[in-house]
């Protein structure tokens, strides 16, 4: 079994992205790679893509970076103008090889591959009534179960199969199919992750997780897939089917404008590089401090800063300088590095922090083991004292929907008050940003998913599985 180190050790972990493309010509598993590199952040364990030339799928699979699983000679024998791709994170474990996606079945009705980001909260329930049914099941992952429901439901066409299925699953999931001649996407009526198309100057369409993968593939007309939507493309023709009626309280995760999108993406209309400006203004009004200089956790952390300090009159500077190169490496770490942790990230700019007040924005505390060694860094570069901003609320609970938030009995918001949580990590003060104030910042007043911060989840859970050993039954897509 590969492990791997990622030296970004307390954030919440997501997720997968997706990416669904028909194009003229031979290319499209090509294309989806380099939409698969521009969707790189959101999974670091593995990549895979499936191909149709209109007769045959064909896939490649494996565990690692987008990057390390591809090269041309496993790339070119993905001949045909529709592909999808997916690229995942996930708990490393015993199962994990198989539940790399695309996932890829023979059917009745010919080739499927499915593959998904989301978390379904009722897989127990549509598992057994697979296994009932004589179903062989392989893997943990939701995308096994999404494609044997698929290949199982009525219907003369894989759209009808699916708006067939669709209302019996709960939970999240952006979702990305392809069969011999055509790709089909769906999102979930609650709209939990991001799904965007575009046209591509060629003609033919591209959906995908974030709209700056569609960018990088030269995309025009970007809209967002509508919760409960389905699109089917087919050649250079991309045809919307309504399958369940999105829901009156919509639940889209707070967590992608705060940390997992990339900033240059748009979602719910919102520039997500201008939402975390916004969410440091509105922290700077709701926690001031008096002090010298406002730095960011590099690097979801920059554009709050900014608002931070715009807003505070504080001076703006880099403090952190964060090594982008190392991302997640399959080589462990001597024990030696191992135990320097974020230092592995992160170097100090003395001579920005040396005698100030300083003031750190981060994104998130999830459970706690991070801050505090951020925290001393900073003060073994010189700082007078350490001013701690986060631009959410207190995580204390477990997150359903396909983030890795951690368990109850991990979440440090669930264990200690703030004032404990600042002397926890060794902070002169701590401030989060409140529930209202975050919403005030994204300009929404409902139509989020804010469960990790309240408890109130859009969709009954089971609670109790919200334990350390239980807690990964499942594979996060
Ligand atoms: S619980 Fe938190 S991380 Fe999970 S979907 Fe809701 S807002 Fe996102």
Redesign the pocket.
């Known amino acids: 079994m590969t492990t791997s180190f990622d030296a970004e050790l307390d954030r919440?972990s997501e997720e997968c992205g997706v990416i669904g493309i028909s194009t003229p010509g031979d290319d499209a598993a090509r294309s989806a790679f380099f939409g698969l590199y521009a969707l790189q952040h959101r999974g670091q364990e593995a990549a895979g893509i499936a191909a149709s030339d209109g007769q045959v799928v064909r896939l490649h699979r494996d565990q690692g970076l987008v990057s390390q699983v591809f090269e041309a000679g496993n790339l070119d024998p993905l001949k045909g103008g529709m592909a999808i791709g997916h690229t995942r994170y996930s708990t490393t474990g015993a199962n994990s090889e198989r539940n790399v996606q695309p996932y890829v079945v023979e059917t009745l009705h010919g080739p499927l591959g499915v593959a998904h980001n989301g978390n379904l909260v009722n897989t127990d329930q549509l598992r057994s009534t697979l296994l009932e049914r004589g179903a062989g099941l392989q893997s943990s992952s939701d995308s096994e179960v999404i494609a044997l429901m698929l290949a199982a439901s009525e219907g003369t066409t894989w759209e009808d199969r699916l708006a067939t299925v669709m209302p019996q699953w709960q939970g999240?999931f952006s979702l990305v199919l392809i069969c011999a001649t055509k790709v089909i996407a769906a999102r979930d009526p609650w709209g939990?992750r991001p799904l965007s198309m575009g046209r591509l100057a060629s003609g033919g369409h591209v959906v995908a997780s974030e709209t700056g993968a569609l960018q990088t593939l030269g995309c025009d007309q970007i809209r967002e897939i509508e919760p409960g939507e389905i699109v089917v493309l087919q050649g250079q023709v991309a045809r919307s089917h309504r399958a369940v009626e999105p829901k009156e309280k919509q639940?889209r995760?707070?967590?992608e404008h705060i940390y997992f999108s990339r900033p240059d993406a748009v979602w719910d209309g919102l520039s997500v590089h201008q939402a975390r400006q916004r969410l440091g203004e509105e922290l700077a009004r709701e926690h001031p401090v008096d002090a010298d200089v406002v730095i960011p956790v590099p690097d979801s952390s920059m554009p709050a800063a900014i608002g931070y300090a715009a807003v505070s009159g504080i001076t703006y500077n880099e403090g952190f300088v964060k090594n982008r190169y190392i991302g997640r490496t399959f080589i462990e770490p001597t024990d030696e590095l191992r135990r320097q942790g974020v230092k592995l990230k992160f170097n100090m700019l003395k001579e920005n922090i040396a005698g100030k007040r300083v003031v750190v924005i981060d994104d998130s505390i999830v459970r706690g083991t991070t801050s505090g060694p951020l925290v001393r860094m900073v003060r073994e570069a010189g700082a007078s004292e350490v001013h701690v901003r986060i631009t959410c609320p207190p995580i204390a609970h477990p997150?359903f929907?396909?983030?890795d938030?951690g368990s109850y009995d991990e979440l440090i918001a669930h264990q200690l008050g703030v004032p404990e949580i600042s002397d926890h990590i060794g902070a002169d003060s701590l401030g989060f940003l409140s529930v209202d104030r975050m919403m005030k910042a994204l300009g929404r007043d409902d139509g989020y998913?804010?469960?990790?911060f309240t408890g109130s989840y859009p969709i009954p859970v089971q609670l109790s599985l919200a334990t350390t050993k239980q807690r990964f039954d499942g594979v996060l897509g």
């Open positions: 919440p999240a939990f639940a995760c707070t967590f997150c929907f396909g983030v938030m998913c804010n469960a990790c």
